[in-house]
C-alpha cells in the first residue's frame, strides 16, 4: 500500500496577495487578517527575540492585538502596514522592558516537530538571533530589522526614531561585527577534513 506523500507548505503569499489581504482586514475580514498575520507573524517574532527574547511570544500577541484593534485606523499601503507593525513591536518591546529586566537568551526549545530539515532551519534561526542580540541594541535592532525583516533603510528609521544615515551605520557597523565574530566565523567557514 503507498503512503501519501507528505504536502508541501504553501507558497508565502505575494505583496500583491498581501495588499488585498490588508484592504480586506481593514474592513474587517478574518480571512485577511489571518493571511497577513501569518506571513508576517515569524518577521516580528524573529525581530522581538533580538530585543526582548524572554518575552518575544508575549509581546507579539500584544503587538497584534494593538494592530488588530486599530486597524480600521491605518491608513496606507503595505510597505507602510509592515512600518507600522514593527512599530508597534517596538513600542512594546519598550514597554516590557520598563516592566521587566530580561534576560539575553533565546529560546532555542520552541520549534515545530515537522521535519528534520525544520528542526535544522529553527536552530539556526535561533542560533542567529542569539548572536544578534549580542550586538550594541542600536545594531542589533538596525540588523533585524533592515536584514531579517527585510524592511528598507527609511521605515526602519522611522521605527526607530533615526535618521536614514544612522541607520545604514548601525547596520553596517552591526554587520561588520558579525563578521569578526568567532562563532560566525566559525560556522561560516567551509570544514577541513583531516589528512585532505
Known amino acids: 500500500m503507498r503512503r501519501p506523500s507528505p504536502t508541501r507548505p504553501a507558497a508565502p503569499p505575494s505583496d500583491d496577495d498581501l495588499a488585498v489581504a490588508l484592504i480586506a482586514a481593514q ?3 478574518q480571512h485577511g487578517f489571518a493571511t497577513l498575520w501569518r506571513a508576517l507573524h515569524p518577521a516580528v517574532l524573529r525581530y522581538l527575540r533580538v530585543v526582548i527574547p524572554d518575552h518575544a511570544e508575549d509581546t507579539a500577541s500584544e503587538t497584534w492585538l494593538h494592530a488588530i484593534r486599530d ?4 491608513d496606507g499601503n503595505l510597505p507602510a502596514f509592515r512600518g507600522w507593525l514593527f512599530r508597534i513591536a517596538r513600542n512594546r518591546a519598550l514597554d516590557e522592558h ?4 530580561p534576560a539575553t537568551a533565546v529560546d532555542a526549545d520552541r520549534v515545530a516537530p515537522d521535519t528534520a530539515n525544520a528542526y535544522l532551519e529553527e536552530q539556526d534561526t535561533a542560533w542567529a538571533l542569539r548572536i544578534i542580540a549580542t550586538l550594541p541594541i542600536d545594531q542589533a535592532e538596525a540588523v533585524t530589522l533592515r536584514i531579517v525583516a527585510g524592511l528598507d533603510v527609511s521605515t526602519t528609521a522611522d521605527i526607530l526614531g533615526k535618521r536614514p544615515g544612522a541607520v ?3 547596520t553596517m557597523r552591526g554587520l561588520r561585527r558579525l563578521a569578526k565574530d568567532p562563532q560566525v566565523n566559525a560556522r561560516t567557514l567551509p570544514d577541513t577534513a583531516e589528512g585532505v
Not at 98 to 101: D, E, G, K, L, N
Open 168 to 170: 545604514r551605520i548601525a
Open 27 to 29: 474592513h474587517g475580514d
Open 98 to 101: 520598563r516592566r521587566r529586566r
Open 71 to 74: 486597524l480600521d485606523r491605518f
